[in-house]
């Protein structure tokens, strides 16, 4: 058992890994951040101090969320953010999204060297008649290591630019947005619709422009035939794009979980 003091309480708890942090501290730090974020997403011009004071949350702890990607800022925002790389803007994190996968081609790169390096050619030493692999030169990489920059740069090359695109939005902004675009699709399909059934029964519409009361009851139908399908229209959306905004979330925090591990194995070989 590895008894350790929380660094927030100070109370003893056996620690695992990760942050130095017990359970309850780690509870009331969701409840934090789940607060700070709402307040961002009802108040995206509010200044970091002002973020703080509200919510009585350290600006420090408000920019290790960032810096996590887990807080997003709008391109209104007092806060402004710029990649530690190249200096862009950004909404989130600390690199944009073009120094990211520079980054991990980097990575990549890395990775493909040593494997390189290993792959000699065989001598044979001609007195004994016994063989030895020629390694001379050749870079040696820890197997986790390898793993993780593996495991980093298929996420880049396979989800990476359209997870960024993603990133670029709060989950109700991306959810909204697309559920205003299924609703615009809903209404064409309606619109084309209604007009191939004015093609198809064109002598039975034009007699019923001069019934009043079969006019409405035709308009009564066609507008709750309308408004069910953009119900269902609006509620497929939300479904689909809550999740993948939501398995975005989890996959950028899984990658970013792997860049400090990869980091920290860095640190111990110096």
Request: hydrophobic content about 35%.
């Given at each position: 058992m590895?008894?350790?003091n929380?660094?927030?309480?100070g109370?003893m708890?056996n620690?695992?890994?990760?942050?130095?942090i017990c359970d309850?501290?780690?509870?009331?730090?969701?409840d934090?951040?789940q607060?700070v974020?709402?307040?961002i997403?009802e108040?995206p011009?509010?200044s970091?101090?002002?973020?703080s004071?509200?919510?009585?949350?350290?600006t420090k702890?408000i920019?290790?969320?960032?810096?996590?990607?887990r807080?997003m800022f709008?391109?209104n925002s007092?806060?402004?953010?710029?990649?530690?790389k190249?200096?862009?803007l950004?909404t989130t994190g600390?690199?944009?999204?073009k120094?990211?996968?520079?980054m991990?081609?980097?990575?990549n790169d890395?990775?493909q060297?040593p494997r390189?390096?290993?792959q000699q050619?065989?001598?044979?030493?001609p007195?004994?008649?016994?063989?030895?692999l020629d390694?001379?030169?050749?870079?040696?990489?820890?197997?986790?290591?390898v793993i993780?920059m593996?495991?980093?740069?298929a996420?880049?090359?396979r989800?990476?630019?359209?997870?960024?695109?993603?990133?670029?939005y709060?989950k109700?902004?991306y959810?909204?947005?697309?559920i205003i675009k299924?609703?615009i699709?809903a209404?064409i399909?309606f619109?084309?619709?209604?007009?191939?059934y004015?093609l198809?029964?064109?002598e039975?519409?034009?007699?019923?422009?001069?019934?009043?009361d079969n006019l409405?009851a035709?308009?009564?139908?066609?507008?709750?035939?309308y408004?069910?399908l953009?119900g269902?229209?609006?509620?497929v959306a939300?479904?689909?794009y809550?999740?993948?905004?939501?398995?975005?979330r989890k996959?950028?925090?899984?990658?970013?979980?792997?860049?400090?591990?990869?980091a920290?194995?860095y640190?111990?070989e110096?």
């Amino acid at each position: 058992m590895n008894l350790r003091n929380c660094s927030r309480c100070g109370k003893m708890f056996n620690y695992i890994g990760g942050q130095p942090i017990c359970d309850s501290c780690k509870k009331a730090m969701e409840d934090d951040f789940q607060k700070v974020k709402a307040y961002i997403e009802e108040n995206p011009t509010a200044s970091l101090k002002q973020i703080s004071e509200d919510n009585e949350v350290t600006t420090k702890q408000i920019q290790q969320w960032i810096r996590e990607e887990r807080l997003m800022f709008s391109k209104n925002s007092p806060i402004q953010l710029t990649c530690e790389k190249c200096g862009e803007l950004i909404t989130t994190g600390r690199f944009c999204a073009k120094c990211k996968s520079s980054m991990a081609n980097t990575l990549n790169d890395t990775f493909q060297k040593p494997r390189q390096a290993l792959q000699q050619p065989v001598k044979k030493e001609p007195k004994a008649g016994m063989r030895f692999l020629d390694t001379k030169g050749a870079v040696m990489l820890n197997e986790e290591k390898v793993i993780l920059m593996t495991k980093m740069a298929a996420f880049i090359d396979r989800e990476g630019k359209k997870n960024d695109a993603i990133n670029t939005y709060f989950k109700s902004d991306y959810v909204g947005f697309n559920i205003i675009k299924s609703v615009i699709s809903a209404t064409i399909v309606f619109g084309i619709f209604v007009a191939t059934y004015v093609l198809c029964n064109f002598e039975e519409v034009l007699s019923n422009l001069y019934n009043t009361d079969n006019l409405l009851a035709i308009g009564r139908r066609f507008l709750t035939y309308y408004l069910l399908l953009v119900g269902v229209y609006s509620l497929v959306a939300y479904v689909i794009y809550s999740y993948r905004y939501t398995k975005m979330r989890k996959s950028m925090k899984a990658y970013y979980g792997d860049l400090k591990k990869l980091a920290r194995l860095y640190e111990k070989e110096q």
